[in-house]
Structures are given as structure tokens and as C-alpha cells.
């Protein structure tokens, strides 16, 4: 395998293939996918009440307040970033603090706070908000009121927002549309028009073209992925792992749509079996969609391996340990599509010989 000559290949392929109807589609679909749900039923991850917190003396008051797992908090360095970003509805509510507001309020002397609010925010993060506020600045007061409140969820599974049930769909969309039909519709193209055969006689060898493509794939799917991420600011708690649990997925796909690319001998044939694929490869974000069906069944479905860490890690703020063995599988099943892709190819080569 050479180095130097895969990523020269891999310029190629963003060079001419990146004016690929399927390559275009993959770059801009997510994004327009992302929007369209946005628009239509909310932001992402709008489950959570967001407070933005500007705290000039360091008060207790934030670090309980961050405490809270039922609302996303974030603090900002100034008043006026605090400003933009409430009044663009990037927050629901922004707090600004004083310097001597723990002090103050301890000591029972006159304060006071800054307090912005969103005006398309919804009523019920707004009420969290309040009630959330409230209860924790009578704790930094350290004063002992006679009624304690419990937060009980009814009919949790029921109301889960839809841009939450339709995230999945999101997630899988991307890396398979980048991963896998990138590198698929590029092999079959390459024989289309005779060129496949070309390449070999080039110094390159069967694995340098094939991990080239590949390659090319594992980027796309990654680049469009974190631009979904960074769009919806769902990076989670452990980022460094999401970027590694969605480079092994992007390189599943990419075997995969290798896999197709060698057996597949035109575009329409592709379409043909990549429709009759969608249940099995799609699947595991119908289960997550509706929650009222059986979550097991989706672990039956290969994909369930890539979507399902990806999405506590986003969503639920796993730690490694909770999709450990979810990874383990997907690296298990990633090599030996590389194997069967590899084998496939050498095949198909020796068959053509």
C-alpha cells in the first residue's frame, strides 16, 4: 500500500467526483434535512430548557444551577454575547449576575440580577426555568422553606419531541449517504465508463484504489457529520470519543458501499439494490422513532451498531463504558467487511483477467 499515490487518488476523487449528482447530494442533503426539521418542528435538542449564564463573581448559585440535569447550561464571558445569543433563540432565558450576589443575598440586603428571556421561548422552559431559579437561590440563601417538589415525567415515551425521534434518521442519513454511496457510485461509474481496468494498469495497486475510495468516503461521511453536530451543538461530553465512534462508522459504511460498488455492474442496478437495502439499513431509527416498540428488536440490524452510540453519546451524555460493547461489535463488524470487500474485489479482478 502507498501512501503517496492513495491521496492522490483521494484528490481525485473530491476533483471530478465532487460534480457526482450522489457526491452533491451527500454534501447537501443532511444539512437541508437538519433545516427542514429545525423549521418545521423546533431546534434539536430543544427537550431541554438552555439558560446562558453570565457570572461575575463566581456564585454558587451557578454551579447548582449547572447541576440540574433537566436544563442545558452554559456560561458566557460578557452581558452582551449573552444578549445576542438570547435574542437570536440560541437560549431560552439568559441570567447575568453581580459580583456580590451571593453576599448580598446571604447578608439579606437588597439585590438583584439581570434576567432575559427569549419571546418565542415555550411557556413550559420558561416555567422550568423559573421554578428551577427560584428554588436554587433560596438554597444559596440558605434559608429552609416548608414544601419540598419532586419532578415527576407521565407519558414520558409519548412526548419525546419529534425533532428528537427524527434525529436518528438524521445521523444514519449521513454517514451512509457519505460513507457508503459516495464510494459505491464512484466503483460502479469507474466501470461504467471502462476506466476501473485504466487505474490498475497504473502503478497503483487493487488496495491503494479501493482504500482510496474508501477513504474518500470515511471523510465526507465525517466532515458532514460534524457539521450536523456543530449545527445543533450536540457534541456531548466526551467529543473526542464521538469523533472516533464516527470515524469507525464512516469506514463501516465505506466497506460497505465498497462491497456494492465491486458486485454491482451499473448506476440503476445500485439504486435498485440500495432500495430494497433502506428497511434493513434504515431500521434501527424507525425502532428509535417509536418508542413504543420493543428497542431490542433494533440491536437485530447491523447499523444499530454505528446509530446507537453515536446517539447516547449526543443525546444522553454516555461515557464510554455505556457503549463500549455497542463499539466493540461495530470494530468486529467493520473488519470483516473490509475482509469480505477485499476478497469481493480480488475476485472480481481475477474474474475479469
Same mark, same amino acid.
Given at each position: 500500500?502507498?501512501?503517496?499515490?492513495?491521496?492522490?487518488?483521494?484528490? +481525485?476523487?473530491?476533483?471530478?467526483?465532487? +460534480?457526482? #449528482?450522489?457526491?452533491?447530494?451527500?454534501?447537501?442533503?443532511?444539512?437541508?434535512?437538519?433545516?427542514?426539521?429545525?423549521?418545521?418542528?423546533?431546534?434539536?435538542?430543544?427537550? +431541554?430548557?438552555?439558560?446562558?449564564?453570565?457570572?461575575?463573581?463566581?456564585?454558587?448559585?451557578?454551579?447548582?444551577?449547572?447541576?440540574?440535569?433537566?436544563?442545558?447550561?452554559?456560561?458566557?464571558?460578557? &452581558?452582551?454575547?449573552?444578549? =445576542?445569543?438570547?435574542?437570536?433563540?440560541?437560549?431560552?432565558?439568559?441570567?447575568?449576575?453581580?459580583?456580590?450576589?451571593?453576599?448580598?443575598?446571604?447578608?439579606?440586603?437588597?439585590?438583584?440580577?439581570?434576567?432575559?428571556? %427569549?419571546?418565542?421561548?415555550?411557556? +413550559?422552559?420558561? =416555567?422550568?426555568?423559573?421554578?428551577?431559579?427560584?428554588?436554587?437561590?433560596?438554597?444559596?440563601?440558605?434559608?429552609?422553606?416548608?414544601?419540598? =417538589?419532586?419532578?415527576?415525567?407521565?407519558?414520558?415515551?409519548?412526548?419525546?419531541? %419529534?425533532?428528537?425521534? @427524527?434525529?436518528?434518521?438524521?445521523?444514519?442519513? $449521513?454517514?451512509?449517504?457519505?460513507?457508503?454511496?459516495?464510494?459505491?457510485?464512484?466503483?460502479?461509474?469507474?466501470?461504467?465508463?471502462?476506466?476501473?481496468?485504466?487505474?490498475?494498469?497504473?502503478?497503483?495497486?487493487?488496495?491503494?484504489?479501493?482504500?482510496?475510495?474508501?477513504?474518500?468516503?470515511?471523510?465526507?461521511? @465525517?466532515?458532514?457529520?460534524?457539521?450536523?453536530?456543530?449545527?445543533?451543538?450536540? #457534541?456531548? !461530553?466526551?467529543?473526542?470519543?464521538?469523533?472516533?465512534?464516527?470515524?469507525? !462508522?464512516?469506514?463501516?459504511? &465505506?466497506?460497505?458501499?465498497?462491497?456494492?460498488?465491486?458486485?454491482?455492474?451499473?448506476? !440503476?442496478?445500485?439504486?435498485?439494490?440500495?432500495?430494497?437495502?433502506?428497511?434493513?439499513?434504515?431500521?434501527?431509527? #424507525?425502532?428509535?422513532?417509536?418508542?413504543?416498540?420493543?428497542? %431490542?428488536? &433494533?440491536?437485530?440490524?447491523?447499523?444499530?451498531?454505528?446509530?446507537?452510540?453515536?446517539?447516547?453519546?449526543?443525546?444522553?451524555?454516555? $461515557? %464510554?463504558?455505556?457503549?463500549? =460493547?455497542?463499539?466493540?461489535?461495530?470494530?468486529?463488524?467493520?473488519? *470483516?467487511?473490509?475482509?469480505?470487500?477485499?476478497? @469481493?474485489?480480488?475476485? *472480481?479482478?481475477?474474474?475479469?483477467?
Amino acid at each position: 500500500m502507498n501512501i503517496n499515490r492513495i491521496f492522490t487518488l483521494v484528490k +481525485k476523487e473530491f476533483l471530478f467526483g465532487s +460534480k457526482n #449528482f450522489i457526491f452533491i447530494m451527500a454534501v447537501v442533503m443532511p444539512v437541508v434535512l437538519t433545516l427542514v426539521i429545525s423549521l418545521l418542528v423546533g431546534t434539536l435538542f430543544s427537550g +431541554k430548557p438552555r439558560l446562558g449564564i453570565v457570572d461575575q463573581g463566581h456564585s454558587q448559585l451557578t454551579a447548582k444551577l449547572d447541576q440540574l440535569d433537566y436544563l442545558t447550561t452554559e456560561l458566557y464571558p460578557s &452581558a452582551e454575547l449573552l444578549h =445576542t445569543e438570547v435574542e437570536r433563540g440560541a437560549l431560552d432565558m439568559g441570567l447575568v449576575l453581580p459580583a456580590d450576589f451571593d453576599r448580598r443575598l446571604q447578608a439579606e440586603a437588597e439585590t438583584g440580577m439581570d434576567l432575559l428571556i %427569549w419571546g418565542e421561548s415555550l411557556l +413550559k422552559h420558561r =416555567t422550568i426555568l423559573a421554578v428551577s431559579l427560584v428554588r436554587q437561590i433560596i438554597d444559596v440563601a440558605g434559608r429552609e422553606i416548608p414544601v419540598n =417538589t419532586a419532578l415527576v415525567l407521565l407519558g414520558e415515551e409519548a412526548n419525546i419531541l %419529534w425533532d428528537v425521534r @427524527l434525529f436518528p434518521f438524521v445521523v444514519i442519513i $449521513t454517514i451512509l449517504l457519505g460513507g457508503m454511496m459516495v464510494p459505491a457510485t464512484s466503483l460502479v461509474e469507474e466501470k461504467v465508463k471502462r476506466t476501473y481496468r485504466a487505474l490498475l494498469i497504473t502503478p497503483a495497486s487493487l488496495r491503494d484504489i479501493l482504500t482510496a475510495k474508501g477513504l474518500t468516503g470515511v471523510i465526507l461521511a @465525517l466532515f458532514e457529520g460534524l457539521l450536523i453536530l456543530s449545527i445543533n451543538r450536540a #457534541f456531548g !461530553s466526551q467529543p473526542a470519543t464521538l469523533i472516533a465512534v464516527m470515524i469507525i !462508522s464512516g469506514i463501516f459504511a &465505506a466497506a460497505t458501499g465498497i462491497i456494492l460498488g465491486v458486485l454491482v455492474k451499473d448506476i !440503476s442496478t445500485l439504486f435498485t439494490v440500495i432500495k430494497s437495502l433502506g428497511i434493513f439499513l434504515y431500521a434501527p431509527a #424507525f425502532v428509535f422513532m417509536f418508542p413504543e416498540i420493543p428497542q %431490542w428488536i &433494533a440491536q437485530i440490524f447491523p447499523t444499530y451498531y454505528l446509530l446507537n452510540p453515536i446517539i447516547e453519546l449526543t443525546m444522553n451524555n454516555a $461515557t %464510554w463504558a455505556d457503549i463500549a =460493547t455497542d463499539v466493540y461489535i461495530l470494530i468486529g463488524l467493520t473488519i *470483516a467487511l473490509i475482509g469480505v470487500a477485499g476478497f @469481493l474485489a480480488r475476485r *472480481a479482478l481475477d474474474a475479469d483477467a
